[in-house]
């Protein structure tokens, strides 16, 4: 007993050991059995090794208490893990099972990842088929200038002075020969490298791997070298507006846009001719940033783009293989022979029946009658009679007509055939007939009349 006195009388060191021995005293003083006597020393023992042993558990607890106090304040100190905290909490309350529930797009469209190919949502889609799977179409023959098509419908001096603008006067009169394996090789094993100091081509002729600089390549296409050579962002300001300058404000941007969708007829002739010729992978409906950077050189005469690495970049591409005429210029650069076993493409030309197909003329339209489709932005399209060269000119900007302008030159037009016709004077017959006599012309003489012949048949003077 003298050791739990000393204990009461000892000032606890933690206040919840003072209650713990305060209710211990009283819990012994309530059972009815009061304190143990002084001299029992077994019932004090034991009852100081009850106390120790709950000493000793107080002591864990505050411990323990003072351990997470000193945490907290350590956590508050740092900026950092109140952000996790307070992330921890929102985690508890995200379900993740929503993660697997995205349904699908409104639109219901297939994304562009989706598809290897991407056809255009303008329902008149004329370009030629291809395996969707994968690039293995086969090779079409680049097509050839129609000079006869060119001429009737008089945009033979505009689309020659594009060509020359655009520097390819030299590629436009090479009508030499092409061939399926050496074509189809060259176009699908084609890479380009454009790195900052030396942009390189690599690709295959038949079976031998040749790599050329950006500038060699060129060369071998005779093209100029000239112009940023770095890749066309979407919809760049200055080819844009171009676009809607040659089809009359069209506000579709450029991926949508169609080659049909250009008004003067010259212009959309040599799209169409780059599209096959050039652009050796190009697509023949749509247009593209690539047909605009060479409309863009043929109209203003500004060099802003590389032409070489447009064709490099189209080339290294998927899509429908028109680049003949581009691995036979390169085959004949590097002076290598041909496959004998090659077969030679049949030629194409942009004649009537192929400008049929494209809708530049009515389908009823022949070399001696063209009537042209010329299309608006809002849908509209007039037949107009080819050649109109006071309306098409490409001299003349800006480079589209309104319906108003086209109505107009019309109406004056068929004004000025009315009045021809009916000014015109009537053609008279010089023919006179005398009576009795065989017919002659006058002035004319009769080249077997006596009047030239022998002079013996007059008769004599007398």
């Known amino acids: 007993m003298a050791c739990l006195a000393l204990l009461l009388q000892v000032r606890p060191f933690n206040p919840l050991l003072s209650l713990i021995l305060a209710f211990s005293s009283s819990t012994f003083s309530s059972s009815g059995h009061g304190p143990p006597p002084d001299g029992d020393a077994c019932h004090a023992d034991a009852l100081l090794l009850r106390l120790a042993s709950l000493c000793s558990c107080c002591c864990a607890v505050w411990l323990c208490s003072c351990a997470a106090t000193a945490m907290h304040s350590l956590l508050e100190s740092l900026p950092v893990l109140p952000f996790l905290l307070l992330l921890l909490k929102e985690m508890k309350k995200f379900k993740f099972g929503e993660l697997f529930k995205k349904g699908t797009t409104s639109t219901g469209r297939p994304s562009r990842t989706a598809t290897q190919i991407r056809r255009s949502y303008n329902e008149d889609i004329i370009a030629p088929s291809f395996a969707p799977e994968e690039d293995n179409g086969p090779p079409n023959a680049s097509s050839f200038p129609c000079y006869d098509f060119l001429t009737n419908a008089g945009i033979l001096d505009d689309f020659f002075t594009l060509v020359n603008r655009a520097g390819l006067a030299t590629y436009v009169g090479d009508e030499r020969e092409q061939y399926y394996m050496l074509t189809k090789i060259f176009v699908e094993s084609f890479k380009f490298q454009n790195s900052q100091y030396s942009p ?263």
């Open 200 to 462: 390189t081509v690599a690709f295959k002729i038949y079976g031998n791997p040749v790599t050329m600089e950006l500038e060699e390549f060129c060369r071998a296409l005779d093209i100029a070298p000239v112009g940023t050579s770095r890749r066309i962002d979407d919809n760049p300001r200055d080819l844009l507006e171009l676009y809607r300058g040659i089809t009359n404000d069209d506000c579709r941007t450029i991926q949508r846009g169609k080659i049909r969708n250009i008004q003067l007829p010259a212009i959309k002739y040599f799209a169409y001719y780059i599209a096959t010729s050039i652009l050796g992978r190009e697509n023949t409906s749509n247009i593209s940033s690539y047909h605009l950077a060479f409309l863009n050189i043929a109209l203003t005469g500004r060099t802003s783009y590389h032409l070489g690495s447009l064709i490099a970049r189209r080339l290294s591409n998927k899509g429908p293989i028109f680049g003949g005429i581009i691995a036979s210029r390169v085959l004949a650069y590097l002076e290598l022979p041909i496959d004998p076993n090659d077969v030679p493409l049949t030629p194409r030309r942009l004649d009537i029946t192929a400008m049929k197909s494209h809708h530049f003329v009515t389908t009823d339209s022949t070399v001696d009658n063209m009537v042209y489709r010329m299309l608006f932005a809002d849908g509209d399209e007039k037949e107009i009679s080819l050649p109109q060269p006071g309306l098409f000119s490409i001299d003349r900007e800006p480079w589209s007509r309104t319906k108003e302008e086209v109505d107009e030159h019309t109406k004056i037009q068929d004004f000025h055939q009315q009045h021809d016709s009916e000014d015109a004077e009537p053609s008279y017959d010089c023919t006179v007939t005398y009576p009795d006599a065989s017919s002659s012309t006058y002035p004319e003489y009769d080249p077997s009349s006596s009047y030239y012949g022998d002079t013996t048949s007059w008769p004599r003077w007398d």
